[in-house]
C-alpha cells in the first residue's frame, strides 16, 4: 500500500492503493449493497438521463430528480440505504478519520458509454470534509478543472485500486470522466467500471 499520494492541483491519488485481493473483497461487498438497493437511472432537474447508474449506502443517499438534486434518507421504494461496508469505511478511516465517519457512500457503475461531465460537489452541508473517492474496474480518463465553471483543465487515469480524495482546495472544484477504456481491467467479470465516493453531508 502507497501512502504518499501524488498531489494533483490539490487532488490527492493514492495510487494502486487497494491491493487486488481487496478490490475483489470491495466488489463483493457492493454486490451485496446492490442487492438491497438496486442501482437506478436517475436524471437531472431539467430532465435528461445520467448514463451512470447510481445507488449509495450509508444514512442518506444521493438523488435527483425534477425536484432538483439533494441526499434522500431513504431508496424510492422507501427502503432505508444498507449500511457501508465496513472494508469501505476501514479506507476513509486510514485516510480520512478515524472519529468522523461518512454519512453516505454514492455507488456509480459505468458501462462501456458512461461518461460524467463536469460538476461540482456541492449538495453537502458541510464542505469542510473530503470527498474519497476510489476506483475499480475499468481505466477512466478523469478531468479535473476549476473552483469556477471553465478556465483550464487538465485530465488524468483512474486505474482500479486508486484512491483519490478531493478536500481542502480541490474540496469545491469542478471533476467528471469523459470516458471509460471498457476491458482495461478483468476485476469485472462483465467490464465496466465502480466508483465509491465517501461524503460527509450533514
Ligand atoms: C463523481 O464525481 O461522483 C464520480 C467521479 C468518478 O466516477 O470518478
Ligand atoms: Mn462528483
Redesign the pocket.
Known sequence: MRTTPENIRGFLLYKKYLPWEKQLGLVNQIRAVVREAPMVSLSTPTGKKLSVQMTSAGACGWFSDRKGYRYATSQISGKPWPKIPAPVLDIWNSLVSKVRKPDTC?I?F?DSKAK?GL?Q?KDERDFSWPVL?I?LGDD?L?RIGNTFRGGKTESFW?HSGDVLIMGDSARLCY???DRIKFGSSNLLKQSGRI?L?LRVVY
Do not use: K, Q, W
Open positions: 454514492l456509480n459505468y460524467m460538476h460537489d473517492s476506483s477512466a478523469f483512474l471533476h467528471g470522466v466508483n465516493t
